[in-house]
């Protein structure tokens, strides 16, 4: 009983996750278009309470909560699904914290890259999320 309490929040979290994953380069997408002060700041006070307050937290929880779910089931490990999970999780984290090391180049006024560019990152994310989804489910390993 105690496993599906772990994985129904283990679920709650990554939708968490990703949905801040998503948003947050869709941020950048306007942030990267905007020139007035006004919008400049409300798009960094916006990025920055999404990345701490949401995503930052999601990440952690979707991580404790998924070790724990390895721990309950060690044999796991062994399966090459996961093993192909885990590099796409790695992946993620990665990712999470390049959209945080672009929140203080917005904040610094250092912004180099343009809307399309942003657009094309938002992408990303969509992509790994629906190879994990296949991963977990189809567990073709």
Request: glycine share 6%; charged share 15%; aromatic share 14%.
């Given at each position: 009983?105690?496993?599906?309490?772990?994985?129904?929040?283990?679920?709650?979290a990554v939708v968490?996750?990703f949905?801040g994953?998503f948003?947050?380069?869709?941020?950048f997408v306007y942030?990267?278009?905007?020139?007035?002060a006004?919008s400049?700041?409300?798009?960094?006070?916006m990025?920055?309470?999404?990345?701490?307050?949401?995503?930052l937290?999601s990440?952690l929880?979707?991580?404790?909560?998924g070790l724990?779910?390895l721990h309950l089931?060690p044999?796991?490990?062994k399966?090459?699904?996961?093993?192909?999970k885990?590099?796409?999780v790695?992946?993620?984290?990665?990712?999470?914290?390049?959209?945080g090391?672009?929140?203080k180049?917005?904040?610094?006024?250092?912004?180099?890259?343009?809307e399309?560019f942003?657009?094309w990152?938002n992408?990303?994310?969509v992509v790994v999320?629906?190879?994990?989804v296949?991963?977990v489910v189809?567990?073709?390993?």
């Amino acid at each position: 009983m105690l496993y599906l309490w772990i994985k129904a929040f283990h679920i709650v979290a990554v939708v968490c996750w990703f949905a801040g994953l998503f948003y947050l380069p869709r941020l950048f997408v306007y942030h990267a278009g905007s020139s007035d002060a006004a919008s400049l700041a409300r798009f960094c006070l916006m990025e920055r309470r999404l990345y701490r307050g949401i995503m930052l937290p999601s990440m952690l929880a979707t991580l404790i909560l998924g070790l724990w779910l390895l721990h309950l089931n060690p044999l796991w490990l062994k399966m090459g699904w996961l093993h192909a999970k885990l590099l796409l999780v790695v992946v993620l984290i990665g990712y999470h914290h390049i959209c945080g090391a672009q929140i203080k180049r917005f904040a610094r006024g250092e912004n180099r890259r343009s809307e399309r560019f942003f657009r094309w990152f938002n992408e990303l994310p969509v992509v790994v999320l629906l190879a994990i989804v296949i991963l977990v489910v189809v567990k073709p390993f």
